[in-house]
């Protein structure tokens, strides 16, 4: 077998989309920590996470662009950087609804504490469906993609059942309404992160096996 | 299905450089066969019009079939009317100009009508996108042409006869890029007339040009399927090592 | 000195040597060439070229016969030696890779190095013998067989010489291998072979020794082909070895005739028979 540099290059890729990855989970539990801990202070990591996310994610266009256009990948080469570029842009956003759920934390921060309803349980699903999407992607685990594209619907499912209860909360003590209305906007992040670890699950079974399983139901 | 080989053996005296091939060819689509030096493409693409056998030494083993019949059968000579070739190397006839090294399939074959054949040399030189650049030299010897120039003189010579397939072994190896990309046009061009199979060692070409790619290693298929398919998921792993570079 | 002069010196050196010798050969054939002329120059005159010998003893006359005898002789040689040397070496260019190939060319090769007097002898004893006369006719025979060989091997080489590929382009557009051979190899080796053909011709117009016992020489007009006839080269040999100083003459204007002949042979080959597509 020759070894290539381009497989350098290629490893590198795949580094700096892990190390993006990892710095949006940590964004989430900080983001998340804003709100259980009531620590407005700790926006400050967040954001400074979201610089190097939106950094890392200028940079991982260019290196996947620039390998594409001096190398012609075919086959596993070319789906893994097609799939790296997909998986860089629900990186992004992940960072983003990270940053929407530290700042609307920082509000309900402000305000009296609130019952957290189910919103601990989505954190819990929404961190480990990213965690085990990347960890996939890493390790190629279709096994473990598949699993991650499973629980989506649990996470909808939690997001209903919070919005129904925070919606009854709302109905029967009007002072709550702010509160409750932030919190359904940090559970609509939380399915949000959820729905993009999905992707980036569908996008490791078209890397690994060169099937796209999008929109419809896996079996 | 136009063109089919079964159990497609050959070899030079030794042991054998193809191993029992089975490949099909669909009318009017271009076929690719890629592999590393000394697969057996080359071998391979000249049995099918059975000029293998002029080599000293040659055996070939197979059932070729033609429209359904068998070409070892056949009248060699008839057989490469239908089926033609274009070399590596540009290769037009020294002493004749290009009008005649065009016709000269026709006139060795018998036809002296020198409207039809003036009919016949500039349809095959339209095809072939050369008639505009050499229209007004006709008469000019073949070899006055540039390297580009003279393969697609190549070109417009087999197609004159009008074959139903045409086997181009490498015909853009020896050209610069530019060449090169005028030649895969006019293949795109020419394959809504006839089937073409073309052998290459460049796989982007083969990536370009074809509808469908064969594989070979060392004498044996190893994978066929559409062009879009080999190159995004092929099912074989030695496919796709060679296909990424990893040895070749 | 250091070693970049003393090789300046030794390349200089060289150089003069090798340009020494190249001299010396040019000066053997120029003094041959400027002796001839000028022994022969001042005999040649319209009388010389147009007139009958004149009987022994006497001056004046000339070598017409001679002129006209050994363009009969070597013309006939030509007609029968070059096609069979073409086709031959055709034959074995296309499907001599066998042991009858073989044989042939091994054949021709000794032929090449037999002494032309041993081709005379054998034209005698097959042709002048059983007719019971010498004749131009056997003067030819034996000059053809000189030149069988040479035309064979040179017209093998040209046709070898002709790429494959050109062959393989011509078999893949469907024409019968004898077609392709006879229109397309042969057309391309043409310039190489008629070159080879008529510097073989030239060649045996010299040819002295097998002419002596088969075309004989004939002071007078010839009486066709099956009597003897006159030739340069034996005009030559017989004018050189007579005790007569006007003989002696014609026989250098008759050389020289020859050696101009030669010479327009070789210089026109090779100007009119330029190979297709450039110099050789």
Known sequence: ?219 | ?248 | MNSYQRRRWTQAAMFAVCALCAAAALAGLFTILGYIAWHGLSSINWGFLTRLPKPVGETGGGIANAIVGSAKIVGLAALMGAPIGVLGGLYLAEFGSNRTGFIIRYAADVLNGMPSIVMGIFAYTLLVVPLKRFSALSGSVALALIMIPVVLRNTEEFVRLVPHSIREAALALGVPQWKVVLRVVLPTAAPGILTGALLATSRIAGETAPLIFTAFGNHFWDNGLLNPMASLPHTIYTYAISPYKDWHAQAWAAALLLMLFVLAVNVSARLLFRPAGGAR
């Open chain 1, 1 to 219: 077998m020759i070894k290539r540099h381009f497989d350098d290059d290629l490893e590198a890729l795949r580094a700096r989309l892990l190390h993006m990855g990892e710095l949006c989970e940590e964004m989430i539990q900080f983001a998340v920590r804003i709100i259980s801990e009531r620590k407005p202070g700790l926006i400050d990591e967040v954001s400074s996470r979201e610089h190097s996310v939106n950094d890392l994610h200028i940079e991982i266009d260019d290196r996947a662009l620039k390998l594409i256009a001096l190398h012609q990948p075919a086959a596993g080469d070319l789906r893994l950087i097609t799939a790296a570029l997909k998986i860089n842009s629900d990186l992004e956003r992940v960072g983003d609804q990270a940053v929407n759920i530290a700042e609307t934390g920082v509000f309900l921060s402000r305000e009296p504490v609130m019952k957290l309803y189910d919103i601990p349980r989505m954190v819990e699903v929404a961190s480990s469906m990213l965690r085990h999407s990347l960890e996939s992607f890493a390790r190629k685990d279709v096994e473990l993609a598949r699993e991650v594209i499973g629980r989506d619907d649990e996470e909808d499912r939690l997001k209903s059942q919070t919005f129904n209860e925070l919606l009854g909360l709302m109905q029967s003590d009007a002072s709550t309404i702010k509160r409750a209305m932030d919190m359904i906007l940090i559970a609509r992040n939380l399915e949000r992160i959820a729905d993009h670890a999905t992707n980036i699950a569908e996008d490791v079974v078209f890397m690994v096996l060169g099937k796209d399983i999008r929109h419809f139901k896996a079996s």
């Open chain 2, 1 to 248: 299905m136009i063109l089919e080989a079964q159990a497609l053996s050959a070899g030079y005296g030794g042991p054998p450089v193809l191993k029992s091939i089975n490949l099909q060819f669909r009318e009017r689509e271009i076929t690719a066969i890629i592999g590393p030096s000394g697969c057996g493409k080359s071998t391979f693409i000249r049995c099918l019009n059975r000029m293998h056998e002029i080599t000293p030494g040659a055996e070939l083993h197979a059932r070729i079939l033609l429209d359904g019949r068998d070409v070892m059968k056949m009248d060699p000579v008839l057989l490469r009317r239908q089926v033609g070739m274009v070399f590596q190397r540009p290769n037009p006839f020294p002493t004749m100009s290009i009008f005649d090294n065009v016709a000269s399939g026709l006139k060795l074959n018998g036809l002296g009508d020198r409207r039809r054949l003036a009919e016949a040399v500039e349809k095959s030189l339209r095809s072939a996108a050369l008639w505009d650049e050499v229209k007004d030299k006709l008469r000019e010897p073949g070899l006055s042409l540039s390297g580009g120039q003279q393969q697609r003189l190549c070109i417009a010579r087999a197609l004159a006869v009008e074959p139903r397939v045409l086997l181009l072994d490498e015909p853009c190896s020896a050209l610069d890029p530019i060449a090169t990309a005028r030649i895969e046009e006019l293949l795109l061009e020419i394959k809504k007339e006839l089937t073409l199979v073309i052998v290459t060692h460049n796989m982007q070409q083969a990536a370009r040009v074809s509808d469908r790619t064969a594989f070979l290693l060392m004498g044996e298929l190893i994978e066929y399927d559409e062009t879009q398919k080999i190159f995004t998921k092929p099912s074989d792993r030695r496919t796709e090592d060679y296909i990424t570079g990893r040895f070749g």
